[in-house]
């Protein structure tokens, strides 16, 4: 999106450093990234939605192993003349349509020290740009890209991050923000983010739950540069943005569109479906498949 004042956030940053521990066997060889939804790999979601918010410059955080991601985004020839010998035109355009708007670029993460040091490690690609960070284990459906909802919310030299309503019990799960005064439509500004708060530290039965989709200044680089270990002995994300929030500068948007943590095996079964009923092609056969089991009396 090109503001009035002609700033657009044109760089996302995507860690994709993590184990995947949560979801073995099914990511002892394939980083969990590359688990589709359907035909779909998760990571090229979060790809898309960027391309669609206007960005067109994608920086994946690997580690050793994860060799596969660029083999995604990558061009491959042979099987493209094949598809094309064959005809097969609807696939030869989802094999090459996988970085189609965006240059991808990789570096790695040398030590799992954390989401905060993961996005430090694109520090030297990003510079004093304005960027994204998108986590690819939260799958975002929306009805329009989620970066360009929080885009309209973003003023330069200040962050933005995505928030839904989570029940006071499940916040422990998440970075906790605390809104300054009342909140009157989709955004407001934070007093305060805590990274997976006590139940005891959260004040409402409602609590807003960062997701994994945030807009940020270069200026937390600086922060996160000389932050030590947080909330499980790692370098967060949320202390850099707390900071920022003392400051006055973090905005916090209540998105529209749906989120399903695919870390989580249940959380990927949900959004399989869910992605299934999204998408027009497979929406009309799978409603007749639920119903069908409806009548069953399996629900
Ligand atoms: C990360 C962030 C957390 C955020 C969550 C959303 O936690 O640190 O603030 O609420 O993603 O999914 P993780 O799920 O990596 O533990």
New binding site residues.
């Given amino acids: 999106m090109t503001r009035p004042d002609g700033q657009r956030i044109r760089k996302a940053v995507i860690p994709a450093a993590g184990m995947g521990t949560r979801l073995l066997p099914a990511t002892k060889a394939l980083p969990k990234e590359l688990l589709p939804l359907i035909d779909v790999p998760v990571i090229q979601l979060a790809v898309d939605d960027a391309v669609e918010s206007g960005m067109d410059d994608v920086l994946v955080i690997v580690r050793r192993g994860k060799e596969l991601l660029a083999d995604h985004f990558d061009r491959q020839p042979e099987l493209e003349a094949l598809l094309a010998a064959r005809g097969k035109t609807d696939a030869l355009e989802a094999v090459r349509s996988t970085a189609a708007g965006a240059t991808l670029h990789y570096t790695r993460q040398p030590d799992p020290k954390g ?1 905060g040091h993961a996005v430090l490690m694109a520090r030297h690609h990003v510079g004093t740009d304005p960027f994204a960070v998108m ?1 690819p ?2 799958v975002m459906l929306g009805p329009r890209p989620i970066l360009a909802q929080l885009e309209e919310h973003w003023v330069p030299g200040r962050c933005v991050v995505a928030v839904m309503p989570v029940p006071r019990a499940e916040a422990f799960r ?2 906790i923000v605390t809104p300054i005064g009342e909140k009157s439509g989709p955004a407001f500004t934070v007093a305060d983010i805590v ?1 997976k708060p006590d139940v005891s530290q959260v004040a409402d039965d409602v609590a807003w ?4 989709r945030y807009l940020l200044d270069a200026d937390v680089f600086d922060v996160l540069e000389h932050m030590g270990p947080g909330a499980g002995g790692e370098i ?3 202390d850099g943005l707390r900071a920022m929030a003392e400051a006055g500068r973090l905005t916090a948007v209540a998105y529209e569109g749906e989120r399903f ?1 695919v870390g989580d095996r249940l959380g990927y079964l949900k959004a399989v479906i869910s992605y299934g009923l999204y998408r027009p092609d497979f929406a009309p056969d799978l409603k007749r498949y639920l119903a069908e089991l409806a009548q069953q009396g399996i629900f």
């Avoid at 739950?209 to 994994?212: E, I, T």
């Fill in positions: 989401l986590l284990d939260d998440y970075g990274e739950a960062a997701m994994g967060q994300l949320t943590d």
